[in-house]
């Protein structure tokens, strides 16, 4: 199983970022989805999450300016990340649980870090 992050960069204050996740490999179900980021000096924190019936949760830092999706039939979730400000800088890192077989339980996986880099 993998989980292919893309769509960091650079940014200036202000502006957007649409961050993608896609899993692959031998999958027979996907429970939650989401992003985590780990600043320089910083624990790696919670960013937003979506369940399989499209239940949300974000970061107090980034309500009402994020906003996560998912299409479960093309095993993505994608981060639609507005107005976005320094202290946003991170690597964000795609995770998720997910069955590999059935009669197995969910597993957690990670993605590779995709950089966010928003300028002031």
């Known amino acids: 199983v993998q989980l292919q992050a893309s769509g960091g960069g650079l940014v200036q204050t202000g502006g957007s970022l649409r961050l993608s996740c896609v899993a692959s490999?031998?999958?027979?179900?996907?429970?939650?989805m989401g992003w985590y980021r780990q600043a320089p000096g910083n624990q790696r924190e919670l960013v937003a999450s979506i369940s399989s019936g499209g239940i949300t949760r974000y970061a107090d830092s980034v309500l009402g300016r994020f906003f996560i999706s998912r299409d479960n039939a093309k095993k993505t979730n994608l981060l639609q990340m507005n107005s976005l400000k320094p202290e946003d800088t991170a690597v964000y890192y795609c995770?998720?649980?997910?069955?590999?077989?059935?009669?197995?339980?969910?597993?957690?996986?990670w993605g590779q870090g995709t950089l966010v880099t928003v300028s002031s």
């Open positions: 490999g031998r999958i027979v179900g996907i429970n939650d």
């Open positions: 995770n998720a649980d997910i069955r590999t077989n059935w009669g197995r339980d969910f597993r957690n996986f």
